[in-house]
């Protein structure tokens, strides 16, 4: 899921650096202020542990093997922003090291990796009930958490990629979700597999921790973020896209090619004149639907308990 | 590993400028991305190194070609071609997949170049001299350092593991014993994890260490990295004009 | 007074309520260097973690005639080097020179002084020139003698150490055994390694459940079988009676 430069656009990969960096410095300040200074070999050499766990194939079931992303488990262990700092030590190490993502682009892949998966895991572990004194019930949530932050980091990326002009909507955000629901799955089995374990070897690290602050908080937060991003985009670009001018100026704008959509083609509803709003629109429709679909999917999954 | 004489935060200045310029030069925009990849040979004879091996190791990095085959047929513009199956492909789109696997090349191509001059723990002084903050910078140098070693211990755990798994397919309540080990293996790494950074923690504690440290932090750039960077920003505003259609 | 080692009393408990060490008393006298032997979870590793006060510890210890306690921390930890077990805990920087400039940094030393006082430590353990080096490239021996590296260049006078020959082959051994045997600081060496005990110290103290069951020259401790085999130790060779 590591976007390569080239992807996004520059000034969109300058805001995804911006947001970045934004939502690092919160999470710094914030892991420097709930523990002593342990946090900095903490953070480091658990980032290592994340990088070799991403790096290995583990066995599921029946043969079949898979990969941890690893945002959500940490974030439940050691909490979600010491979590963040750790993922994105990660996810700019892969860059670095392995070319693993862009350099222009490694804003929204930190973003992607870390912020948002580690957040959202959290999150949406804790509303689905990580915070029941009830074991079966925790890990549920954390159950849920997992695989609903894998979804999110992909639709995240899908979103990026239409705002940035790369891939259609109507492509990426099926193409990401999907390809990421098995992924997403393994990431919860392999989740909840390493919480039942700590549970009976180390307890205490599995217990729900005092939160830094209610979970609906950051899901509305990363809804605003979302959001904002989402009404700039069409702002930031008021000329038509070089081709087009190129294909209106041509004349062969009426040979476009026609593909499956949602009715979303080329980011236009119909029957609204005006680009930048329809823009707006589609993509904050898509943004919405991700974190509804997020919402009730943890809360159903809550109450079935 | 010749020293490159060029201060690691000026290096990066002046890759964040080649790459930013490269994305910003137009779809299409072959003859600049042809000059901008002649820069790179330049830097890369200027640092003596082996253009052979950059190549190699950039290679590594292309399985994203992948994704690209799929802009062509989602790209709106005159009909370029069809396949046997119907699904149709525009010049737009085939003009726009070669623009972004030229940037994403580009752009590989001048990390590696980074990461093959500089040893990474100077590229970490550089990107704190610049500014990130020391304790993200730290914390990447513990993960670079104990990288490694925990992915030796992983592979050993799963390597004992799997001599002990004797028999093959699952049968009835075995399907879950993999995931169960998975899980035990995984959890116990991340509490010999634990255990470890704490025991890193003692040992800084025993010599010295009160809270984030100081490290070389002085922002010392020569008349040689001035120019680098000057430079690099003058054409990154050259492709910037040029993607505006001024140049 | 100086360069010395003296525990009153000291004990300690777990967190979890196990009490690791019973009032354990001890005098090391300067230049002197003794052996802490004893079988596993002795609390061998234990007591050397109160020395410079990693661990909150009940009782007095005295180094070099400062008391350990919050107040003299600093200080302390620059006069007692302690010397890990692992190594690999010990080494968590980046590169050998970063790893031996880390105590000299967080202490504040001038700039230019640091690499001279880094070049002196690595000469004293005979790993000049591998200053750019990765520590995970490193031999089992050369991270030891890193370890030791960049304790020493802190000018302990004190010196701590955790099964320092553990994990090595015999040649690795023989020459940290060597390299221990010129050094003058005064020396309380936790280990398992009869021969580094035989042939490096003129002490030693038998450590079991947290207590001292044994102490004296080295000479006559070894030579009681029964005793050593009691505390799950072994007799070297040659020595028996």
């Known amino acids: 899921m590591h976007l390569p430069d080239g992807f996004l656009p520059a000034w969109l990969g300058a805001l995804g650096w911006l947001l970045a960096l934004a939502g690092i410095g919160i999470a710094l300040r914030r892991s420097d202020r709930s523990c002593d200074d342990r946090q900095l070999p903490l953070m480091g050499v658990l980032a290592a542990f994340v990088f070799a766990a991403q790096a290995l194939n583990f066995p599921i079931a029946a043969g079949t093997s898979g990969h941890l992303l690893g945002g959500s488990l940490l974030a439940l262990l050691i909490g979600p922003w010491a979590a963040v700092v750790s993922m994105t030590a990660v996810t700019m190490l892969q860059g670095l090291v392995f070319q693993d993502g862009g350099l222009l682009v490694m804003g929204w892949n930190i973003l992607n990796l870390a912020v948002f998966s580690c957040l959202s895991g959290w999150a949406i572990a804790h509303w689905a009930g990580y915070r029941s004194p009830d074991r079966r019930r925790r890990l549920a949530g954390a159950f849920v958490g997992a695989w609903l932050s894998v979804e999110l980091s992909a639709m995240a990326a899908a979103v990026e990629l239409a705002v940035g002009g790369t891939f259609p909507l109507w492509l990426g955000l099926p193409a990401m979700a999907g390809s990421h629901a098995v992924i997403g799955a393994v990431e919860a089995a392999i989740t909840v597999a390493v919480l039942v374990f700590l549970h009976a070897v180390r307890p205490a690290l599995v217990r729900p921790r005092e939160a830094e602050g209610r979970p609906a908080n950051w899901v509305v937060l990363g809804l605003a973020v979302a959001l904002v991003f989402a009404s700039l985009s069409p702002l930031a670009s008021p000329l038509p896209d070089a081709l087009e001018a190129a294909a209106l100026a041509g004349g062969f704008a009426g040979r476009a090619t026609a593909g499956p959509s949602l009715g979303l083609v080329d980011y236009t509803w119909p029957g609204i004149a005006s680009p930048a709003l329809a823009t707006l629109l589609a993509v904050a429709v898509g943004t919405l639907l991700v974190y509804a679909l997020g919402t009730l999917l943890a809360g159903w999954l809550g109450r079935r308990r | ?247 | ?241």
């Open chain 2, 1 to 247: 590993m010749n020293e490159p004489g060029i201060d690691p935060g000026a290096a990066w200045v002046a890759t964040l400028a080649f790459v930013v310029g490269v994305a910003l030069l137009p779809d299409g925009g072959w003859s600049g991305w042809l000059a901008a990849y002649g820069v790179l040979l330049l830097a890369a004879l200027a640092l003596r190194l082996s253009m052979v091996r950059l190549l190699a190791r950039s290679l590594l990095a292309l399985p994203f070609v992948v994704a690209v085959a799929a802009i062509p047929f989602t790209t709106p513009g005159e009909v370029a071609g069809q396949l046997p199956w119907g699904w149709t492909f525009s010049h737009a789109g085939l003009v726009k997949a070669g623009s972004v696997l030229a940037r994403a090349w580009l752009s590989i191509q001048a990390f590696v170049i980074l990461m093959v001059a500089y040893p990474l723990t100077d590229l970490l002084t550089g990107l704190e001299r610049l500014g990130l903050p020391g304790l993200l910078v730290n914390t990447i140098g513990f993960a670079y350092r104990y990288l490694n070693l925990i992915r030796q211990e992983a592979e050993r755990m799963l390597r004992a593991r799997q001599a002990r798994a004797a028999g093959k397919g699952p049968a009835g309540g075995k399907t879950w014993f993999e995931l169960a080990s998975t899980g035990g293996l995984l959890g116990s790494l991340f509490l010999r994890s634990l255990d470890r950074s704490e025991r890193v923690y003692d040992a800084m504690l025993a010599r010295g260490y009160q809270g984030n440290g100081p490290t070389w932090r002085q922002l010392r750039w020569t008349g040689r990295d001035l120019l680098l960077v000057l430079t690099a920003l003058g054409g990154l505003i050259l492709c910037w004009w040029q993607g505006r259609g001024w140049v």
């Open chain 3, 1 to 241: 007074m100086h360069h010395s080692l003296d525990l009153t009393s000291v004990s300690y408990t777990y967190p979890d309520g196990r009490q690791a060490l019973h009032s354990v008393s001890l005098y090391l006298a300067p230049g002197e260097r003794v052996a802490l032997i004893g079988p596993n979870g002795a609390g061998k590793s234990t007591l050397l973690l109160t020395l410079n006060g990693t661990l909150a510890f009940d009782g007095e210890i005295k180094v070099c005639g400062l008391a350990v306690n919050r107040e003299n921390l600093p200080v302390v930890r620059a006069a007692v080097g302690l010397l890990f077990e692992d190594p690999d805990d010990q080494l968590f920087s980046p590169t050998v020179w970063e790893e031996v400039a880390f105590g000299p940094l967080h202490m504040g030393w001038p700039r230019a002084d640091i690499s001279s006082k880094v070049g002196e430590a690595l000469a004293a353990v005979g790993m000049s020139g591998h200053e750019k080096r990765v520590p995970h490239d490193l031999s089992q021996g050369e991270k030891k003698r890193v370890a030791i590296a960049s304790v020493l260049v802190m000018d302990p006078e004190i010196l701590a150490l955790d099964d320092p020959t553990g994990g090595l082959d015999p040649r690795a051994r023989r020459e940290l055994g060597e390299l221990l045997t010129e050094m003058p600081q005064t020396m309380l060496i936790a280990t398992h390694d009869m021969r580094l005990v035989r042939d490096l110290t003129t002490r030693s103290v038998v450590l079991n459940g947290g207590r001292v069951v044994a102490e004296g020259l080295t000479a006559e401790l070894l030579r009681d079988r029964e005793l050593l085999e009691t505390n799950g130790l072994e007799q070297p060779e040659g020595w028996a009676d």
